[in-house]
């Protein structure tokens, strides 16, 4: 299904827009500063990986949101430097949410190293988050210089995308104090937390390439999709992906006791799983038999089965997108990537 | 200064638009509610004032921003009805910086009632505080039923506004920690923290009424103008307003220690306060003596003469504007009770 072409055309336009989308971000960025707010831009700086300890490539993430709006508007028939505001955008918003995510998971680590919060105090941090909230809005006025439609259209999509951010949010943290979570909320959730903004990646990117509301509406479906693909494929490893692969402890999510979807299907199955669950006491002796247990109870399976359907819904949108040859086998592989991905 | 018919036209100005103001809010913040969001939107209705102990008309707070917004768009020669969107936009802001501050500071009572941390907790309250951030801009959207030019105009205005608020907002946080505060600082603080957000008022009010930039740029000096005075004073009753006006302590700005602008002109006469102050611990046995000493070495004169002197500038940019009658004379009146009152 990958071809080899795919991959290289991937990773060409990866190593043109990587540059650029770190250009746009910083000088965004930089508007925090000022004669009485040095530190705070250095708190921003430090965030997104330029700055202070552990700095580089590896702390500032994968971008993987800002090259999807760039890869949509090629795929749409844009040029993918037109969007770079956009890019910047949906980067600025999800690194706001990680911020303030940071602080109420009580989180103090992040791409390895420490969290904004364990630096600099939750008070400050909190208010970096909401620095970055607005320069989100802010940088998509950038997209005048492009064109003034494209700019109306993509500062329609934002509020929705962030109050949308926030209620998945909401339900994210009312997860954990609640008894039990239909496998429907899960989704809900999921829709609002992880899907939402990969849904406005790939529709920012198809308005910027001014596509028909038809066209951008499957460009947005693509990315919704993929966004509830990549959460599933993330609880998936946040079970079975070992300590190498993904950076945190083998079984995390099971050790902080998280409602993942494979755990949601294990309960829902009624077998040995859903038996040991209700009073197990997070430990590491007893993990590896409770992480068994739910694979034996076809959890795992469930899962990725529901990871392969959902995936397959992605690229049927992404086909009625009809996309343009090279970009669209680019934004299939990042799909691809993000769903298969073992790390 | 102030006439009869000035105190009716507010007065009656007043009465006609606090219920709006109250419809298009609660309408705006219904759209953080969903099947799995009841909470949420609950959450913000507590804050807002409409529900849960204590609600009522005090607890909404006087809503001057949004008052500040409609006053002005009638000054310019507009309908208050039309920028309705805007007065709810700029609440919402607000309510959105007070949610976070609270956390911030740790505040446990606004407006004679618990704050929303202490009744959900933190994480969720930052949440809370987001989904108002994403609401204040999905708010402007209502705008477009008036005129997409307004719509257009009013949209740019808040990103540099909320980032100007998050900058004042690190300031304020940085200054607890900081040995010695300039006058100069605490100025270019309080413009962030409080005056843009009235500039930012006035000026989307006159926006509305799509008023020529010369004209939006003189309402936007008087709410600047505000806002600074609004603040000025505000400081000088943390120090000298009795319990009964403030609903906080005596002198409550003494006893936590905060540089605020009677404190920093104090520190500058190097008299009697001066002296004390460093090496002073906040005691309610002590403190009537400190303020004392502060007054007696001019910072309360300072302070007022201040507020009188920004004041001044107010309304002289609000001539500038050349305010049409009626609400321009409610629009002086709000002014001087935000800079006269003694609650």
Chains 1, 2 share one sequence.
């Not at 690194?95 to 998971?105: A, G, M, T, V």
Request: aromatic share 6%.
């Amino acid at each position: 299904m990958v071809s080899t072409n795919a991959i290289n055309e991937l990773e060409n336009f990866r190593e043109a827009m990587l540059p650029a989308i770190e250009e746009v971000l910083q000088a965004e960025v930089d508007k925090a500063g000022g004669s009485g707010t040095v530190e705070l831009r250095e708190m921003l700086r430090y965030h997104l990986g330029w700055e202070g300890e552990g700095s580089g490539r590896k702390a500032q993430g994968k971008r993987i949101r800002p090259l999807l709006v760039l890869l949509a508007a090629e795929a749409a028939g844009g040029k993918w430097e037109d969007v770079l505001p956009s890019a910047a955008a949906v980067e600025l918003l999800h690194n706001f949410s990680l911020i303030h995510d940071d602080i109420q998971d009580n989180s103090s680590m992040r791409r390895g190293r420490p969290t904004l919060w364990t630096k600099w105090g939750i008070p400050q941090s909190i208010n970096a988050g909401d620095s970055l909230f607005a320069l989100a809005h802010d940088s998509l006025k950038g997209l005048k210089k492009h064109s003034t439609d494209v700019y109306a259209n993509s500062i329609e999509v934002l509020p929705l995308t962030s109050l949308k951010l926030t209620q998945g949010q909401y339900m994210d943290l009312a997860f954990e104090g609640k008894e039990e979570v239909s496998i429907q909320e899960y989704w809900e959730m999921v829709g609002g937390k992880t899907a939402v903004l990969l849904a406005t990646c790939a529709e920012l990117g198809a308005i910027g390439a001014q596509a028909s509301k038809e066209r951008s509406a499957h460009f947005r479906l693509f990315g919704e999709k993929l966004g509830l693909a990549f959460q599933a494929h993330d609880d998936i490893l946040g079970i079975w992906g070992s300590e190498n692969q993904t950076g945190k402890s083998n079984h995390s999510d099971l050790l902080s006791r998280k409602k993942s979807l494979p755990v949601l299907f294990g309960l829902a199955k009624g077998g040995k799983f859903a038996e040991i669950w209700p009073n197990w006491k997070p430990e590491e002796s007893s993990v590896n038999e409770l992480a068994r247990a739910l694979e034996n109870d076809g959890a795992r399976g469930q899962a990725t089965d529901m990871v392969g359907a959902l995936t397959q819904e992605a690229l049927t949108a992404l086909d009625l997108a009809k996309p343009e040859t090279a970009a669209g086998e680019a934004l299939k592989m990042l799909g691809f990537e993000l769903v298969q991905r073992n790390y």
